[in-house]
């Protein structure tokens, strides 16, 4: 069964950085893309960005209202994938999703959900 | 950006009874690889989303034949033919044909 267990979250003040983990298992993690979506309390989902697999260049991507800010990579080796996230806002409070994101044709799409971390950014 | 409008944005049903979700892309999702890139999720309650519907009409790997999808270019409907106190949470669409990925905002659905 796939699993993917993220951490890092918790209480942070605005303007700082924080690192996000999610540790995957029981699939080939080299093979897949991976995504971040972020969930404000009580709100809908929101793609914060996803790296591709090594074979097709490892890139990311992200939506303009986190680029500059958030930093996705990638640790093959480890099965993990880290959302780097700087200059953090209050708005920036939410719980953050690991996903495991298949590739199909020319695009992706999401597969399978981690359970989520929440990170509070508050003085 | 392509933005997913969803409706209703809640509703309460009935055990048994059938229920639809339209979802309505602010461009077509329709691919030249012929693909429709169109996805739908559920995220019941105190859970992460899962995968329901892939590229319209394909149920994902053990999701019940009571779900459906439905729909072409902009529109498409979710249905669930006969609603069970389970199928309760929160139903997304997405797109993924162009980026940003983007979700419609959701519908609540909720047994009475």
């Known amino acids: 069964e796939v699993q993917l267990v993220e951490s890092g979250g918790g209480l942070v003040q605005p303007g700082r950085s924080l690192r996000l983990s999610c540790r995957a298992s029981?699939?080939?993690?080299?093979?897949?893309?991976m995504s971040w979506v972020r969930q404000a309390p009580g709100k809908g989902l929101e793609w914060v960005g996803f790296?591709?697999?090594?074979?097709?260049?490892?890139?990311?991507e992200y939506p303009a209202s986190v680029k500059g800010r958030f930093i996705i990579s990638r640790d093959d080796s480890n099965s993990i994938a880290y959302l780097q996230r700087n200059s953090l806002k209050t708005e920036d409070t939410a719980v953050y999703y690991c996903?495991?994101?298949?590739?199909?044709?020319?695009?992706?799409?999401?597969?399978?959900w981690g359970q989520g971390t929440l990170v509070t950014v508050s003085s | 950006d392509i933005v997913m409008t969803q409706t209703p944005l809640s509703l309460s049903v009935t055990p048994g009874q059938p229920v639809s979700i339209s979802c309505k892309s602010s461009q077509s999702l329709l691919h030249t690889d012929g693909k429709t890139y169109l996805y739908w999720y559920l995220q019941k309650p105190g859970q992460s989303p899962q995968l329901l519907i892939y590229e319209v009409s394909n149920r994902f790997s053990g999701v019940p034949d009571r779900f459906s999808g439905s729909g072409s270019g902009t529109d498409f409907t979710l249905y669930i033919s006969r609603v069970e106190a389970d199928d309760v949470g929160v139903y997304y669409c997405?797109?993924?044909?162009?980026?940003?990925?983007?979700f419609g905002l959701g519908t609540k659905v909720e047994i009475k």
């Open positions: 029981a699939f080939t993690f080299g093979d897949y893309a």
């Open positions: 996903i495991k994101t298949k590739r199909r044709m020319t695009t992706y799409y999401f597969e399978y």
């Open positions: 790296i591709r697999s090594k074979a097709y260049g490892g890139t990311t």
């Open positions: 997405m797109q993924v044909i162009q980026l940003p990925w983007t």
